[in-house]
């Protein structure tokens, strides 16, 4: 058990193994320690649900101690511990790598998470299910603009915009449905990704944003990449 705990961040682990293992039923739980959230298991019991994840082959390195967390990341979480808010869409949250820390971090922030992939939505909705109740994750587009106007007091698309065909669409989307700042990285230089799609300048995106009617920008650099705010100043 200790080998396990020195591995994994175990409660997070822990976490999504439940929610997976109410889910769909593997790993095999005893009934009283499937019913609970991560939160509400003792140490023993946290290390005894990663262990049977573990045999059970699940793919736990999201949960791996010792992977640091990236600069653009710490740069986002800097910037959300000044200023107040209590909801946040979050586009694009793939496996976590931005969420996670995040959710440790701000525990009575409500989130909701976008992403087109199932098996990340099926992933976070598990997480979320096992512990991480402040969460909620929906496969839907952002370019469609799924939610109402100033829904979230935040919105943040990390690593998302270089993906998306429809780029000042979702620009437009996001500046729609915040109601204080929308955060932004991409990438600052060209690189081997197939998936990246565009190469966004600071220019390029003041131009796009002043479209969606949002002038009132910040950048910053940070290893490669180009971290934005954007106060949107809905009432």
Known sequence: MNDISERYDIKTAAAWILGRARRTG????PEALAAKTADEC??????????????????LYPFKRGTQTLQ??????????????DTMLDVGSGRGVFLIPFMKEF????????????????????????GFRQMRAEQKDICSCPFPDGS????????VLEHIPEADQ?????????????VVTVPSKPDDNPEH?????????????ASAGCSRLHFDGVEGHLFMTAAVGRP
């Not at 653009?72 to 808010?85: C, D, E, H, I, P």
């Open 26 to 29: 593997i790993p095999a739980l």
């Open 42 to 59: 003792a140490p023993e019991e946290l290390s005894a649900i990663v262990e049977a994840g573990a045999a059970a082959d699940l793919k």
């Open 72 to 85: 653009r990341t710490r740069r986002t979480l800097g910037f959300l511990r000044s200023v107040s808010f």
């Open 107 to 130: 525990p009575h922030v409500r989130v909701t998470c976008l992403d087109l992939l199932e098996k990340r939505v099926a992933f976070l909705n598990d997480l979320a299910d096992g």
């Open 152 to 159: 979230f007091d935040v919105v943040t698309m990390l690593e």
């Open 170 to 182: 979702a620009v437009r989307a996001a500046v729609r449905m915040a109601r204080k700042f929308v």
């Open 197 to 209: 799609i565009h190469l966004f300048t600071k220019d390029a995106l003041t131009r796009m944003f």
